[in-house]
């Protein structure tokens, strides 16, 4: 499948951003040319743009389905108010809707839990993930006690790795919870969290960053891990439902 997505923040200029047709047309045509095909299969409008109406952005979109030029289309970063106002517009004006929804969440990051996730299961939404491994923090690469390796996000204090903050020093105390619960199943903790979202309900598929084929083969290795209701349940017990992985303000905010 090719999938792609264009930000409605990206450019400086007026026509450079955005989820007006303008905008989104340009976007396709070149997303077609670089990538050298006819045909997008997914085509995803990354954050929604609180100066362009909805039903522009989705008209543009389905005009580009209706060329043959995107065969789905989909929302990332979304709220589910967002995809409520999206459906609902969809289905009133008789146009093509949202099929999938792209957004953060992990073992460490369960903040989507509180309405998107359920908002897609109840409405058919497919769900992509990214950070399926919380930038590094489900990899074990970052433990307690330990200075992070020279090169990682860890070491440069990344907004998303850094162990000094009080969000931080959370994620390393659960972290030294979770590596025994994979230990204990003879897997990593890599696999350990891919595997929890392949368990969860409503989820379609994570997005996976590996940078070596080494590190792609151990990834592929999840889909043999299997946990029972019990190892879930103590997955709950040291990150329960909900919990934000994400200082507030970060989640999908809105562009100016």
């Not at 609902?88 to 957004?103: C, H, I, W």
């Not at 792609?216 to 909900?242: M, S």
Request: glycine fraction near 10%.
């Amino acid at each position: 499948m090719l999938a792609t997505k264009f930000w409605a923040g990206m450019g400086p200029g007026p026509n450079d951003r955005g989820g007006s047709r303008y905008h989104i047309v340009r976007a396709c045509e070149a997303s077609l040319k670089r990538l050298g095909t006819d045909r997008i299969d997914l085509f995803q409008i990354h954050r929604p743009d609180k100066h362009t109406p909805i039903e522009e952005t989705l008209r543009a979109l389905d005009d580009l389905v209706r060329q043959g030029k995107v065969l789905y289309i989909g929302a990332s970063c979304f709220p589910a108010w967002r995809h409520a106002e999206a459906l609902l517009t969809a289905e009133m004006k008789g146009l093509n809707r949202f099929v999938s929804e792209q957004l953060p969440y992990n073992i460490l990051d369960r903040y989507a839990e509180k309405d998107i996730l359920p908002y897609c299961r109840a409405h058919g939404i497919g769900v992509i993930l990214w950070s399926p491994l919380s930038a590094g923090w489900l990899t074990g690469k970052y433990r307690k006690g330990q200075a992070p390796p020279e090169g990682t996000r860890g070491a440069d204090k990344h907004w998303m790795v850094n162990l000094d903050t009080p969000l931080g020093k959370q994620k390393l105390e659960q972290v030294e919870k979770l590596v025994p619960l994979a230990e204990a199943r003879g897997t990593n903790l890599t696999r350990f969290a891919l595997a929890w979202l392949l368990h969860q309900p409503g989820v379609t598929a994570p997005i996976l960053g590996p940078r070596t084929v080494e590190q792609l083969q151990d990834c592929l290795k999840a889909l043999e891990v299997k946990l029972d209701a019990d190892v879930l349940k103590k997955v709950d017990e040291i990150v329960p439902p909900g919990t934000p992985g994400m200082a507030e303000g970060q989640y999908w905010p809105e562009p100016g």
